[in-house]
Nanobody, 123 residues
Framework: VQLQASGGGLVQAGGSLRLSCVAS????????MGWFRQAPGKERQFVAG????????FYADLAKGRFAISSDNAKNTVYLQMNSLKPEDTAVYYC?????????????????WGQGTLVTVSS
């Protein structure tokens, strides 16, 4: 699976961004999809995912109530809508795909990674 993430940029605190991730090489619905982020000097952390078994989203606490993951199977694209952004959301955001039968928030369990897109939130 090849993944191409886009949509990052500079936004003021309180603003919104929508990230996109286009998948190719596999049937989109056959993999779990996830969004992760990594800030400078910090470990990669889970943000949101979509389970292939149920099609339902699941979120890290940091994302609940502010971020939403969605997908368009016809376009093989998964989105991350981010609202009420905070300076601490500044990071490189990655989309990833997993062959596991269910969604998982653990980065090491994802098999394919996109190149990342930088999100910078100014105060």
């Amino acid at each position: 699976v090849q993944l191409q993430a886009s949509g990052g940029g500079l936004v003021q605190a309180g603003g919104s961004l929508r990230l996109s991730c286009v998948a190719s090489g596999r049937t989109f619905s056959s993999v779990n999809m996830g969004w992760f982020r990594q800030a400078p000097g910090k470990e990669r952390q889970f943000v949101a995912g979509r389970s292939r078994s149920t099609g339902r989203p699941f979120y890290a606490d940091l994302a609940k109530g502010r971020f939403a993951i969605s997908s368009d199977n016809a376009k093989n694209t998964v989105y991350l809508q981010m609202n009420s952004l905070k300076p601490e959301d500044t990071a490189v955001y990655y989309c990833a795909a997993s062959n596991l039968p269910v969604g998982d928030p653990t980065p090491d369990r994802y098999d394919y990674w996109g190149q990342g897109t930088l999100v910078t939130v100014s105060s």
